[in-house]
């Protein structure tokens, strides 16, 4: 070897970015410049989820420009102008749909009869029928029903002891006790059971007395709350003078 020959080094790796129609992300991989671009349409098979035999690729450099197709499966990777950071854009030509993939709505879904389901014995229903759990526990249901009633009882005989236009007290558990004047008792349509709708004196309430669309009472917004009767306590609570008016 003389003294003006140069020997150039070329890294045999490569690392580029791997997009396709059929896929939203942008996918960083490493490559073999040795590899023909047969082998690498292999590779690129479980990555965008196309056959290598319907594959075209497109050669990008690191700013995205177009370089040129990747076209002769014998060829190596290396004799095109791979650099690291430059994209391969990966075309499936078969005709499948872009996103095929990622649209689950496209999935065949299995659908099984309520019936079907319940004759089965290797199923959560059948586990929880045998071993007595749930809603298949018949004494525990009865027990839950019981309890049910009885406190739809409490809550109706305390709910009978208070009267709209009342003042009142609300102490609810982990909230500050609140002053207000009773705008309803009774049940509603949003949560089963009896309910006591209260104008509070200060906006810490969550509504203006309506919800879910439906009209109780009215009131300013954040100023009408729901609790359950025994959280009311009606009495003289006269409104306090917050000083609003004076200068």
């Known amino acids: 070897m003389t003294d003006s020959e140069v020997i150039v080094v070329t890294n045999p790796m490569v690392n580029v970015r791997v997009t396709s129609p059929q896929t939203s992300f942008v996918s960083n991989r490493r490559f073999n410049r040795g590899v023909t671009v047969a082998d690498l349409k292999r590779n690129l098979e479980m990555l965008v989820g196309g056959s290598a035999s319907s594959m075209d690729l497109e050669l990008f450099d690191v700013s995205d420009k177009f370089l040129q197709k990747i076209d ?9 102008p791979v650099d690291d950071n430059c994209r391969i854009h990966v075309i499936d030509t078969s005709g499948r749909l872009m996103g095929e993939f990622e649209d689950v709505s496209k999935v065949e879904k299995y659908e099984m009869s309520e019936d079907s389901y319940d004759k089965r014995s290797d199923s959560a ?16 249901v009865a027990k839950k029903k019981a309890e049910s009633a009885a406190q739809q009882e409490r809550e109706k005989a305390a709910a009978e002891d208070i009267s709209v236009g009342s003042r009142c007290k609300v102490q609810a558990p982990k909230q500050p006790t609140k002053l207000g004047t009773v705008m309803f008792v ?4 949003f949560k089963p059971g009896y309910w006591v709708g209260v104008k509070y004196d200060e906006p810490l309430g969550k509504n203006n007395g309506t919800v879910e669309g439906k009209q109780y009472f009215e009131c300013e917004d954040k100023y009408g709350g729901f609790v359950k009767p025994q959280y009311v306590t009606v009495g003289d609570f006269p409104e306090e003078d917050y000083g609003l008016d004076e200068m």
Request: aromatic share 10%; proline share 0%.
């Open 72 to 80: 002769d499966n014998e060829a190596l990777l290396g004799s095109y």
């Open 125 to 140: 229903r059948a586990f929880m029928k045998k071993h007595h759990i749930g809603h298949f526990n018949e004494e525990e």
């Open 186 to 189: 009774g049940t509603t349509d």
